[in-house]
Protein backbone atom coordinates (compact mmCIF):
# COMPACT_ATOMS: atom_id res chain seq x y z
CA UNK A 1 0.00 0.00 0.00
CA UNK A 2 2.70 2.05 0.76
CA UNK A 3 4.31 1.73 -2.69
CA UNK A 4 1.43 2.77 -4.74
CA UNK A 5 0.81 5.57 -2.22
CA UNK A 6 4.15 6.97 -3.06
CA UNK A 7 3.87 5.87 -6.48
CA UNK A 8 0.42 8.23 -6.72
CA UNK A 9 2.12 11.12 -4.98
CA UNK A 10 5.44 11.02 -6.96
CA UNK A 11 2.88 10.87 -10.13
CA UNK A 12 0.82 13.95 -8.95
CA UNK A 13 3.66 15.91 -8.38
CA UNK A 14 5.02 14.96 -12.22
CA UNK A 15 1.90 15.74 -13.38
CA UNK A 16 1.82 18.84 -11.35
CA UNK A 17 5.15 20.01 -12.88
CA UNK A 18 4.39 19.34 -16.59
CA UNK A 19 1.00 21.75 -16.25
CA UNK A 20 3.52 24.45 -15.36
CA UNK A 21 5.74 23.57 -18.11
CA UNK A 22 2.88 23.80 -19.92
CA UNK A 23 1.34 26.87 -19.11
CA UNK A 24 5.34 28.53 -19.23
CA UNK A 25 4.70 27.21 -22.68
CA UNK A 26 1.78 28.72 -23.66
CA UNK A 27 3.06 31.93 -22.31
CA UNK A 28 6.46 31.45 -24.71
CA UNK A 29 3.67 31.02 -27.77
CA UNK A 30 2.01 34.07 -26.98
CA UNK A 31 5.27 36.04 -26.58
CA UNK A 32 6.61 34.69 -29.94
CA UNK A 33 3.65 35.50 -32.04
CA UNK A 34 4.21 38.74 -31.32
CA UNK A 35 7.85 38.70 -30.90
CA UNK A 36 7.59 40.26 -27.52
CA UNK A 37 10.96 38.35 -25.72
CA UNK A 38 14.14 39.38 -28.20
CA UNK A 39 16.03 36.41 -26.93
CA UNK A 40 17.63 35.55 -30.19
CA UNK A 41 17.61 38.98 -32.22
CA UNK A 42 19.75 42.25 -30.52
CA UNK A 43 16.95 44.58 -30.20
CA UNK A 44 18.47 47.85 -29.54
CA UNK A 45 21.64 49.79 -28.79
CA UNK A 46 20.62 49.15 -25.11
CA UNK A 47 21.76 45.55 -25.04
CA UNK A 48 24.63 46.09 -27.14
CA UNK A 49 25.81 48.48 -23.82
CA UNK A 50 24.72 45.73 -21.51
CA UNK A 51 27.09 43.33 -23.78
CA UNK A 52 30.02 46.09 -23.45
CA UNK A 53 29.74 46.88 -20.38
CA UNK A 54 29.95 43.00 -19.34
CA UNK A 55 33.33 42.37 -21.01
CA UNK A 56 34.40 45.44 -19.34
CA UNK A 57 33.02 44.29 -16.07
CA UNK A 58 34.48 40.77 -16.31
CA UNK A 59 37.93 41.98 -17.21
CA UNK A 60 38.46 44.15 -14.26
CA UNK A 61 37.49 41.29 -12.12
CA UNK A 62 39.18 38.71 -13.48
CA UNK A 63 42.14 41.20 -12.90
CA UNK A 64 41.17 41.47 -9.60
CA UNK A 65 40.54 45.88 -10.33
CA UNK A 66 37.25 46.84 -8.34
CA UNK A 67 36.67 49.73 -9.66
CA UNK A 68 34.91 51.26 -12.29
CA UNK A 69 32.77 47.68 -11.75
CA UNK A 70 29.63 50.25 -11.60
CA UNK A 71 29.14 51.23 -15.33
CA UNK A 72 25.61 52.24 -15.41
CA UNK A 73 23.14 53.95 -12.93
CA UNK A 74 21.27 51.02 -13.22
CA UNK A 75 23.50 49.40 -12.24
CA UNK A 76 23.01 45.62 -13.11
CA UNK A 77 25.43 44.27 -11.50
CA UNK A 78 23.92 40.72 -11.61
CA UNK A 79 23.69 41.28 -15.35
CA UNK A 80 27.16 40.94 -15.58
CA UNK A 81 27.16 38.31 -12.81
CA UNK A 82 24.85 35.93 -14.40
CA UNK A 83 24.75 36.79 -18.34
CA UNK A 84 27.52 38.87 -18.74
CA UNK A 85 30.44 36.47 -18.60
CA UNK A 86 29.38 34.88 -22.18
CA UNK A 87 30.83 37.94 -23.05
CA UNK A 88 34.37 36.51 -22.33
CA UNK A 89 33.75 33.62 -24.95
CA UNK A 90 33.87 35.84 -27.63
CA UNK A 91 36.71 37.76 -29.03
CA UNK A 92 34.60 40.91 -30.41
CA UNK A 93 35.91 44.51 -31.36
CA UNK A 94 33.20 46.93 -29.38
CA UNK A 95 35.17 49.93 -30.33
CA UNK A 96 32.31 50.77 -33.21
CA UNK A 97 29.58 50.70 -30.59
CA UNK A 98 31.44 53.59 -28.92
CA UNK A 99 31.80 55.27 -32.22
CA UNK A 100 28.47 55.02 -33.05
CA UNK A 101 27.21 56.44 -29.67
CA UNK A 102 29.66 59.20 -30.14
CA UNK A 103 28.63 60.64 -33.43
CA UNK A 104 24.92 60.77 -32.50
CA UNK A 105 25.64 62.64 -29.37
CA UNK A 106 26.98 64.89 -31.57
CA UNK A 107 24.06 65.34 -33.20
CA UNK A 108 22.82 65.72 -30.32
CA UNK A 109 20.31 62.37 -30.14
CA UNK A 110 19.77 59.84 -27.68
CA UNK A 111 22.22 56.97 -27.67
CA UNK A 112 19.57 54.79 -29.02
CA UNK A 113 19.49 56.27 -32.37
CA UNK A 114 23.13 55.09 -32.68
CA UNK A 115 21.57 51.75 -34.13
CA UNK A 116 17.45 51.94 -34.21
CA UNK A 117 16.93 52.79 -37.00
CA UNK A 118 15.69 49.69 -38.56
CA UNK A 119 19.12 48.91 -40.03
CA UNK A 120 19.00 45.11 -40.05
CA UNK A 121 22.46 44.73 -41.23
CA UNK A 122 23.43 46.09 -37.77
CA UNK A 123 21.38 43.73 -36.32
CA UNK A 124 22.84 40.68 -38.07
CA UNK A 125 25.99 42.27 -36.74
CA UNK A 126 25.62 41.03 -33.09
CA UNK A 127 23.14 38.45 -33.43
CA UNK A 128 25.89 35.72 -32.32
CA UNK A 129 26.62 37.62 -29.38
CA UNK A 130 22.71 38.75 -28.52
CA UNK A 131 22.15 34.96 -28.61
CA UNK A 132 25.08 33.54 -26.19
CA UNK A 133 23.82 37.05 -23.70
CA UNK A 134 20.56 36.14 -23.84
CA UNK A 135 20.85 32.43 -23.16
CA UNK A 136 20.85 32.41 -19.51
CA UNK A 137 18.33 35.05 -19.10
CA UNK A 138 15.74 32.66 -21.24
CA UNK A 139 17.31 29.85 -18.47
CA UNK A 140 16.73 32.78 -15.85
CA UNK A 141 13.42 33.18 -16.78
CA UNK A 142 11.83 29.58 -16.89
CA UNK A 143 13.55 28.94 -13.18
CA UNK A 144 11.90 32.33 -12.00
CA UNK A 145 8.36 31.29 -13.46
CA UNK A 146 8.23 27.57 -11.82
CA UNK A 147 9.60 29.20 -8.67
CA UNK A 148 7.17 31.83 -8.52
CA UNK A 149 4.24 29.01 -9.02
CA UNK A 150 5.74 27.13 -6.21
CA UNK A 151 6.19 29.86 -4.33
CA UNK A 152 2.51 31.79 -4.57
CA UNK A 153 1.44 28.26 -4.32
CA UNK A 154 3.31 27.42 -0.72
CA UNK A 155 2.32 30.68 0.55
CA UNK A 156 -1.49 29.36 0.97
CA UNK A 157 -3.51 30.79 -2.28
CA UNK A 158 -3.40 26.71 -3.65
CA UNK A 159 -2.60 25.16 -7.14
CA UNK A 160 -5.66 26.72 -8.66
CA UNK A 161 -4.25 30.66 -8.04
CA UNK A 162 -0.83 29.72 -8.32
CA UNK A 163 -1.64 28.53 -11.63
CA UNK A 164 -3.49 31.67 -13.28
CA UNK A 165 -0.97 33.55 -11.60
CA UNK A 166 1.45 32.24 -13.29
CA UNK A 167 -0.59 31.96 -16.61
CA UNK A 168 -1.37 35.84 -16.30
CA UNK A 169 2.22 36.45 -16.25
CA UNK A 170 3.28 34.63 -19.30
CA UNK A 171 0.69 36.26 -21.19
CA UNK A 172 -0.01 39.48 -20.46
CA UNK A 173 1.78 42.03 -22.54
CA UNK A 174 3.78 43.10 -20.15
CA UNK A 175 6.40 40.80 -20.80
CA UNK A 176 7.78 43.70 -23.75
CA UNK A 177 9.28 45.18 -20.71
CA UNK A 178 11.07 42.78 -19.61
CA UNK A 179 13.75 43.27 -22.67
CA UNK A 180 16.64 45.14 -21.03
CA UNK A 181 18.81 42.77 -18.97
CA UNK A 182 18.23 44.71 -15.87
CA UNK A 183 14.71 45.08 -15.85
CA UNK A 184 14.70 41.34 -16.20
CA UNK A 185 16.92 40.86 -13.11
CA UNK A 186 14.58 43.49 -10.86
CA UNK A 187 11.97 41.38 -11.92
CA UNK A 188 13.23 38.00 -11.28
CA UNK A 189 14.65 38.70 -7.86
CA UNK A 190 12.49 41.37 -6.34
CA UNK A 191 9.74 39.17 -6.89
CA UNK A 192 11.46 36.06 -5.42
CA UNK A 193 12.74 38.41 -2.29
CA UNK A 194 9.01 39.43 -1.88
CA UNK A 195 7.31 35.92 -1.76
CA UNK A 196 10.53 34.11 0.20
CA UNK A 197 9.99 36.15 3.05
CA UNK A 198 5.61 36.12 2.70
CA UNK A 199 6.74 32.10 3.08
CA UNK A 200 8.83 32.62 5.81
CA UNK A 201 6.16 35.70 7.63
CA UNK A 202 3.37 32.82 9.38
CA UNK A 203 5.11 30.39 11.32
CA UNK A 204 9.19 31.64 11.02
CA UNK A 205 9.52 27.64 11.27
CA UNK A 206 12.43 27.48 8.59
CA UNK A 207 15.15 30.21 8.32
CA UNK A 208 16.04 28.90 4.62
CA UNK A 209 13.61 31.69 3.37
CA UNK A 210 14.33 34.51 5.59
CA UNK A 211 18.26 33.76 3.95
CA UNK A 212 16.72 33.75 0.76
CA UNK A 213 14.94 36.34 0.71
CA UNK A 214 17.99 38.67 1.91
CA UNK A 215 20.21 36.80 -0.95
CA UNK A 216 17.26 37.67 -3.50
CA UNK A 217 16.57 41.21 -2.06
CA UNK A 218 20.59 42.13 -2.34
CA UNK A 219 20.34 40.87 -5.93
CA UNK A 220 17.29 42.82 -6.65
CA UNK A 221 19.03 46.14 -5.56
CA UNK A 222 22.14 45.23 -7.57
CA UNK A 223 19.82 45.14 -10.29
CA UNK A 224 18.21 48.05 -9.95
CA UNK A 225 18.71 50.66 -7.30
CA UNK A 226 14.88 51.12 -7.20
CA UNK A 227 14.35 47.66 -5.37
CA UNK A 228 15.97 49.56 -1.85
CA UNK A 229 12.29 50.09 -1.05
CA UNK A 230 12.37 46.74 0.43
CA UNK A 231 14.62 47.66 3.02
CA UNK A 232 11.83 49.88 4.66
CA UNK A 233 8.98 47.61 3.52
CA UNK A 234 9.82 44.60 5.06
CA UNK A 235 10.60 45.74 8.57
CA UNK A 236 6.67 47.83 8.04
CA UNK A 237 5.59 44.05 6.86
CA UNK A 238 7.60 42.25 10.22
CA UNK A 239 5.69 44.75 12.08
CA UNK A 240 2.43 44.20 10.84
CA UNK A 241 2.22 40.47 10.71
CA UNK A 242 3.13 40.55 14.47
CA UNK A 243 0.91 43.11 15.59
CA UNK A 244 -0.37 44.07 18.31
CA UNK A 245 3.07 44.13 19.88
CA UNK A 246 4.64 43.09 22.72
CA UNK A 247 8.15 43.11 24.11
CA UNK A 248 8.82 39.18 22.91
CA UNK A 249 7.38 40.36 19.33
CA UNK A 250 9.99 43.49 19.29
CA UNK A 251 12.50 41.01 19.71
CA UNK A 252 11.39 38.90 17.23
CA UNK A 253 10.97 41.41 14.41
CA UNK A 254 14.25 43.05 14.81
CA UNK A 255 15.89 39.89 15.39
CA UNK A 256 14.48 38.57 11.91
CA UNK A 257 14.92 42.06 10.47
CA UNK A 258 19.02 42.18 11.51
CA UNK A 259 19.43 39.03 10.47
CA UNK A 260 18.13 39.71 6.87
CA UNK A 261 19.90 43.24 6.74
CA UNK A 262 23.39 41.57 7.81
CA UNK A 263 22.76 38.41 5.06
CA UNK A 264 21.61 41.59 2.33
CA UNK A 265 24.59 43.57 2.97
CA UNK A 266 27.23 40.80 2.89
CA UNK A 267 25.47 39.41 -0.10
CA UNK A 268 26.16 43.08 -1.67
CA UNK A 269 29.97 43.24 -0.86
CA UNK A 270 30.05 39.98 -2.15
CA UNK A 271 28.99 40.32 -5.40
CA UNK A 272 30.27 44.39 -5.28
CA UNK A 273 33.10 44.22 -3.75
CA UNK A 274 33.51 48.09 -4.62
CA UNK A 275 31.27 48.90 -1.72
CA UNK A 276 34.83 48.40 0.44
CA UNK A 277 37.21 49.00 -2.41
CA UNK A 278 35.75 51.88 -3.92
CA UNK A 279 33.04 52.88 -1.57
CA UNK A 280 32.94 56.59 -3.13
CA UNK A 281 31.22 55.00 -6.51
CA UNK A 282 28.64 53.46 -4.58
CA UNK A 283 28.07 56.42 -2.79
CA UNK A 284 27.27 58.47 -5.52
CA UNK A 285 25.14 55.87 -7.43
CA UNK A 286 22.59 55.43 -4.59
CA UNK A 287 23.16 59.00 -3.45
CA UNK A 288 23.52 61.23 -5.97
CA UNK A 289 22.58 59.69 -9.28
CA UNK A 290 19.34 60.18 -10.86
CA UNK A 291 18.63 56.47 -10.68
CA UNK A 292 16.55 56.57 -7.31
CA UNK A 293 15.77 60.39 -7.26
CA UNK A 294 15.58 62.43 -10.25
CA UNK A 295 14.50 66.19 -10.36
CA UNK A 296 11.21 66.65 -12.36
CA UNK A 297 10.96 69.69 -14.47
CA UNK A 298 9.40 72.85 -14.08
CA UNK A 299 5.87 72.92 -14.82
CA UNK A 300 2.93 75.77 -14.78
CA UNK A 301 0.45 73.62 -12.81
CA UNK A 302 2.41 70.94 -11.32
CA UNK A 303 -1.05 69.39 -9.58
CA UNK A 304 -2.47 69.30 -13.15
CA UNK A 305 0.20 68.19 -14.89
CA UNK A 306 1.19 65.41 -12.66
CA UNK A 307 -2.55 64.26 -12.72
CA UNK A 308 -3.09 64.65 -16.41
CA UNK A 309 0.51 62.95 -16.61
CA UNK A 310 -0.27 59.58 -14.81
CA UNK A 311 -4.10 59.02 -16.06
CA UNK A 312 -2.52 58.97 -19.75
CA UNK A 313 -0.13 56.63 -18.11
CA UNK A 314 -3.31 54.70 -16.01
CA UNK A 315 -4.99 54.49 -19.34
CA UNK A 316 -2.32 53.35 -21.36
CA UNK A 317 -2.15 50.21 -18.68
CA UNK A 318 -5.94 49.83 -18.86
CA UNK A 319 -5.92 49.59 -22.63
CA UNK A 320 -2.81 46.77 -22.65
CA UNK A 321 -4.76 44.69 -21.06
CA UNK A 322 -8.65 45.08 -21.73
CA UNK A 323 -8.74 41.72 -24.10
CA UNK A 324 -7.29 40.03 -21.25
CA UNK A 325 -9.19 37.53 -18.65
CA UNK A 326 -6.85 39.15 -16.30
CA UNK A 327 -8.42 42.43 -15.72
CA UNK A 328 -12.32 41.17 -15.44
CA UNK A 329 -10.50 38.95 -12.64
CA UNK A 330 -8.87 42.11 -11.16
CA UNK A 331 -11.96 43.97 -11.00
CA UNK A 332 -13.53 40.86 -9.39
CA UNK A 333 -11.08 40.50 -6.71
CA UNK A 334 -11.87 44.44 -6.28
CA UNK A 335 -15.37 43.42 -6.13
CA UNK A 336 -15.08 40.62 -4.05
CA UNK A 337 -12.70 41.90 -1.39
CA UNK A 338 -14.58 44.97 -0.69
CA UNK A 339 -18.54 43.46 -0.70
CA UNK A 340 -19.44 41.78 2.47
CA UNK A 341 -21.89 40.13 1.09
CA UNK A 342 -19.04 37.52 -0.47
CA UNK A 343 -16.56 37.72 2.95
CA UNK A 344 -16.92 34.50 3.17
CA UNK A 345 -15.29 33.81 -0.28
CA UNK A 346 -11.87 34.38 0.69
CA UNK A 347 -12.13 32.70 4.15
CA UNK A 348 -9.89 29.93 3.76
CA UNK A 349 -6.96 32.29 1.85
CA UNK A 350 -4.54 34.16 4.08
CA UNK A 351 -6.16 37.16 4.29
CA UNK A 352 -2.90 38.79 5.97
CA UNK A 353 -0.88 37.80 2.90
CA UNK A 354 -3.27 39.63 0.63
CA UNK A 355 -3.43 43.21 2.35
CA UNK A 356 0.74 42.59 2.40
CA UNK A 357 0.43 42.01 -1.26
CA UNK A 358 -2.04 44.76 -2.00
CA UNK A 359 0.54 47.50 -0.49
CA UNK A 360 3.54 46.11 -1.92
CA UNK A 361 1.67 46.65 -5.05
CA UNK A 362 0.30 50.27 -4.08
CA UNK A 363 3.53 51.77 -2.33
CA UNK A 364 5.96 50.40 -5.06
CA UNK A 365 3.92 52.09 -7.75
CA UNK A 366 3.74 55.54 -5.62
CA UNK A 367 7.24 55.40 -5.06
CA UNK A 368 8.32 55.06 -8.54
CA UNK A 369 5.74 57.99 -9.61
CA UNK A 370 7.08 60.15 -6.76
CA UNK A 371 11.02 59.83 -7.59
CA UNK A 372 10.56 59.69 -11.36
CA UNK A 373 10.20 62.01 -13.84
CA UNK A 374 10.25 59.02 -16.80
CA UNK A 375 6.58 57.83 -17.22
CA UNK A 376 7.80 54.31 -18.78
CA UNK A 377 5.57 51.34 -17.25
CA UNK A 378 8.70 49.55 -17.55
CA UNK A 379 9.84 50.75 -14.28
CA UNK A 380 6.60 49.41 -12.37
CA UNK A 381 6.88 45.95 -13.53
CA UNK A 382 7.98 44.08 -9.90
CA UNK A 383 4.43 45.78 -8.72
CA UNK A 384 2.55 44.58 -11.58
CA UNK A 385 3.89 41.13 -11.10
CA UNK A 386 2.10 40.90 -8.17
CA UNK A 387 -1.03 42.27 -9.56
CA UNK A 388 -1.41 38.81 -11.25
CA UNK A 389 -1.59 37.15 -7.73
CA UNK A 390 -4.64 39.40 -6.72
CA UNK A 391 -6.28 38.66 -10.39
CA UNK A 392 -5.88 35.02 -9.68
CA UNK A 393 -7.97 35.45 -6.64
CA UNK A 394 -10.52 37.34 -8.05
CA UNK A 395 -11.03 34.60 -10.90
CA UNK A 396 -10.58 31.95 -7.90
CA UNK A 397 -13.82 33.97 -6.12
CA UNK A 398 -16.05 34.31 -9.22
CA UNK A 399 -15.99 30.41 -9.51
CA UNK A 400 -16.69 29.77 -6.05
CA UNK A 401 -19.77 32.05 -6.36
CA UNK A 402 -21.15 30.51 -9.10
CA UNK A 403 -20.26 27.33 -7.50
CA UNK A 404 -22.09 28.19 -4.75
CA UNK A 405 -25.15 29.48 -6.12
CA UNK A 406 -25.06 26.76 -8.47
CA UNK A 407 -24.56 23.98 -6.15
CA UNK A 408 -22.29 22.65 -8.98
CA UNK A 409 -19.88 19.65 -8.28
CA UNK A 410 -15.75 19.86 -8.17
CA UNK A 411 -15.69 18.55 -11.76
CA UNK A 412 -17.63 21.50 -12.85
CA UNK A 413 -15.74 24.03 -11.46
CA UNK A 414 -12.25 21.61 -13.07
CA UNK A 415 -14.10 22.29 -16.17
CA UNK A 416 -14.59 26.10 -15.98
CA UNK A 417 -11.30 26.56 -14.84
CA UNK A 418 -9.85 24.53 -18.39
CA UNK A 419 -12.07 26.24 -20.39
CA UNK A 420 -10.57 30.09 -18.06
CA UNK A 421 -7.02 28.54 -19.24
CA UNK A 422 -7.20 28.69 -22.96
CA UNK A 423 -9.74 31.18 -23.56
CA UNK A 424 -6.72 33.17 -22.21
CA UNK A 425 -4.47 32.35 -24.05
CA UNK A 426 -6.55 32.25 -27.31
CA UNK A 427 -8.23 35.85 -26.92
CA UNK A 428 -4.61 36.87 -25.82
CA UNK A 429 -3.22 35.81 -29.24
CA UNK A 430 -6.63 37.63 -30.95
CA UNK A 431 -5.51 40.58 -28.86
CA UNK A 432 -1.95 40.83 -29.84
CA UNK A 433 -2.16 39.79 -33.74
CA UNK A 434 -4.67 42.69 -34.10
CA UNK A 435 -2.88 45.22 -31.99
CA UNK A 436 0.70 44.40 -33.91
CA UNK A 437 -1.34 44.61 -37.30
CA UNK A 438 -2.71 47.92 -36.19
CA UNK A 439 0.83 49.14 -35.05
CA UNK A 440 2.20 47.91 -38.86
CA UNK A 441 -0.25 50.03 -40.06
CA UNK A 442 -0.09 53.10 -38.91
CA UNK A 443 3.68 52.57 -38.63
Excluded at 248 to 269: A, G, H, R
Aim: hydrophobic residues 50%; glycine residues 2%.
Amino acid sequence: MNLISDFKSHYKKLEEFVCVLFIIFSGFLVSAIYKINNFWSFPNLDEMLWHYRSDIFWSKILAFDFSGLIQSAQPGITVYWFTGFMMKFFNFDFNDVMVKIADKEVEGLDFNYAINNHDMATYKAYETISFAFNTPLFLLLVLFFIAFYYLVKKIGFGRIIASFSLLFIVTNTYLQFWTTPSDKMLNFFMTLSFLTILVYLPKRENQKYLIFSAVFGAWAVLSKISALFVLPFYFSIFIYYRWPLNKEKLKMIFKDYFTWIFIFTLVNIIFLPSIITNPNEVYDLVFRSNAIISNNPAIDNPITGGLLKYASLSLSILTQYLSHIFFLSLLSFLFIRHNKKYNNIFKDLPTKHINIISAYIILFIIMVISISDNSDTRFMTPALIMLNILAAIGLYGVVEIIAQRNNTSEKFKNIFYVSIFFMTIILQIIFLILNGALFTTLW
